[in-house]
């Protein structure tokens, strides 16, 4: 890419980014529990900390919770209710079933909180929280986390089954399911970024290893040393259950790694190969090598669109409720 069209997508990334990351009126603040819980953040990020140093993948999985939860009913925490009577947890929807992870760490935070502070955090606040922090003991961004959201009394199987992206989905599919969330196809390209940690199961990716339509032609004879090591790991048949890196290189750090990846043809999942190969617009592509080429101009992006989807249809005011167990309604 030549200097001059890279600087002008970085400009062109900044104005949307760096400068929309609520879009209308924002009914949540910095500083919500400045008088009320003045400790909240200590105590998340202290048991964060305690979370990942015990299991450097909870911090992939933390993150992945605060998106799977976002993307069903918006950021309500409907995502840590367990079934009850008639309401199906979306735990055991197909996305989620065997797949999301970290649940015991979000009890603990609550817990402790509840302690200090009672009836005052809410589920969807800590699960905001608990994000970023994730991100940070990675080696990423940080940003101000705005609070202020109570939770939901209610969970959506259905939703969850349907709104959120599978790992084989096609780039149509994908814009339109952040469309659905009022995220953009900045967003997208952004917060796909997150797979520059964690890993992924085998069932996940095996279409990606056996599957000829999923290599793009340019990529061939590299693709074809990946595909000697993910085969190794998922066979044909199977292994189901084992896992491989998101990023093969850096796996264990939040940077743009997963970018230069993608355009090496070295994607663990057909989710994220696609916004390369099947960009025909280019916009997406633009991005992948402004990010690809600057890691901070990736950060400050990142940090913003996460701010802008942690705002997805929150509830506020007398709107829900504050859970005094994130996985059953109060009464």
Not at 78 to 101: C, F, T, W, Y
Not at 107 to 136: G, H, M, N, Q, Y
Not at 256 to 284: A, C, H, K
Request: glycine share 8%; hydrophobic share 40%.
């Amino acid at each position: 890419m030549e200097l001059a069209r890279l600087l002008l997508v970085i400009a062109l990334v900044l104005v949307l980014h760096g400068t929309e990351t609520l879009g209308g009126d924002a009914p949540l603040v910095p500083d919500y529990y400045k008088e009320t819980c003045p400790p909240v953040e200590d105590i998340v990020r202290r048991n964060v900390e305690i979370a990942v140093l015990k299991d450097p993948r909870m911090a992939a999985s933390l993150l992945r919770m605060h998106f799977h939860d976002c993307f069903v009913l918006g950021c309500d925490a409907s995502v840590l209710l367990d079934s009850q009577g008639s309401m199906v947890s979306e735990k055991q929807a197909g996305p989620n079933l065997n797949s999301i992870r970290g649940f015991e760490v979000i009890d603990e935070i609550k817990f402790i909180l509840e302690k200090a502070c009672p009836d005052t955090v809410s589920c969807a606040d800590i699960l905001a929280i608990v994000a970023r922090d994730a991100v940070v003991l990675r080696g990423g961004p940080g940003w101000n986390v705005l609070l202020g959201r109570r939770d939901s009394l209610e969970a959506s199987f259905s939703g969850a089954n349907q709104f959120i992206p599978a790992p084989n989905s096609s780039l149509q599919t994908l814009i339109a399911k952040f469309q659905q969330q009022g995220l953009d196809v900045g967003d997208l390209g952004l917060l796909t970024g997150s797979h520059t940690m964690g890993k992924a199961r085998c069932l996940s990716f095996r279409q990606r290893i056996y599957d000829a339509s999923t290599i793009h032609h340019d990529h061939y004879k590299r693709y074809t040393t990946f595909r000697r090591i993910l085969s190794s790991i998922c066979p044909e048949s199977g292994h189901d259950n084992e896992f491989a890196p998101l990023d093969l290189m850096t796996p264990a750090r939040f940077d743009n790694r997963y970018y230069i990846n993608i355009l090496q043809g070295e994607g663990l999942l057909i989710s994220d190969n696609v916004l390369v190969t099947q960009d025909p617009e280019g916009e997406i592509i633009e991005q992948v090598w402004a990010f690809a080429s600057n890691q901070e101009l990736f950060f400050d992006s990142f940090a913003n669109s996460m701010v802008k989807m942690g705002n997805i249809n929150v509830l506020t005011g007398n709107e829900g409720e504050i859970r005094r167990n994130c996985r059953f309604v109060n009464s």
